[in-house]
């Protein structure tokens, strides 16, 4: 699931990363995955 400005690493575009960013859209994706997947 590569989406348009949000370039993770390939490693982090599981379901747990985009479900953490989804509804914290206003966050950079790249900078706070750590912490909605601990």
């Known amino acids: 699931m590569r989406k348009k400005g949000l ?3 390939p490693g982090r575009t599981g379901g747990h990363d ?3 960013f989804v ?3 206003s966050l950079p ?3 706070n995955p750590e912490p909605k997947q601990a």
């Open 23 to 25: 509804p914290n859209g």
């Open 7 to 9: 370039v993770p690493s």
């Open 18 to 20: 985009w479900e953490g």
């Open 29 to 31: 994706f790249s900078i």
